[in-house]
């Protein structure tokens, strides 16, 4: 059973950073590519990052580009997600997902897990 757990949420002043973190269990990381979106209130779920299976290529929403980035551990299991420069617009619940693919990608995601909480203030 693929299980994925988003950890690492919280509140924050504009211009702070945070580190989510996503640990997986269940499938073997390093066969799937990993991704990170955010859902905010009244708002459809919008992509924010992407790494493949080996850490060596990335993509991001334009919103983030320069601001987040996106990292694997392969041994540890675990995707991260490093938010600096943190504005308002960037409170949502955030949430991991695993795809069936090494190749990154904006969709197309097999696995999801819970979300965890950003709240940046103003």
């Known amino acids: 059973q693929v299980q994925l757990v988003a950890s690492g949420g919280g509140w924050v002043h504009a211009g702070g950073s945070l580190r989510l973190s996503c640990a997986a269990s269940?499938?073997?990381?390093?066969?799937?590519?990993m991704g990170w979106f955010r859902q905010a209130p009244g708002k459809e779920r919008e992509f924010v990052a992407s790494?493949?299976?080996?850490?060596?290529?990335?993509v991001y929403a334009d919103s983030v580009k320069g601001r987040f980035t996106v990292s694997r551990d392969n041994i540890k299991n675990t995707v991260y997600l490093q938010m600096n420069s943190l504005k308002p617009e960037d409170t949502a619940v955030y949430l991991c997902?695993?795809?069936?693919?090494?190749?990154?990608?904006?969709?197309?995601?097999?696995?999801w897990g819970q979300g965890t909480q950003v709240t940046v203030s103003s």
């Open positions: 997902a695993a795809r069936i693919s090494r190749y990154v990608a904006t969709n197309g995601y097999n696995y």
């Open positions: 269940g499938l073997t990381s390093s066969s799937y590519a």
């Open positions: 790494i493949n299976w080996n850490g060596d290529n990335t």
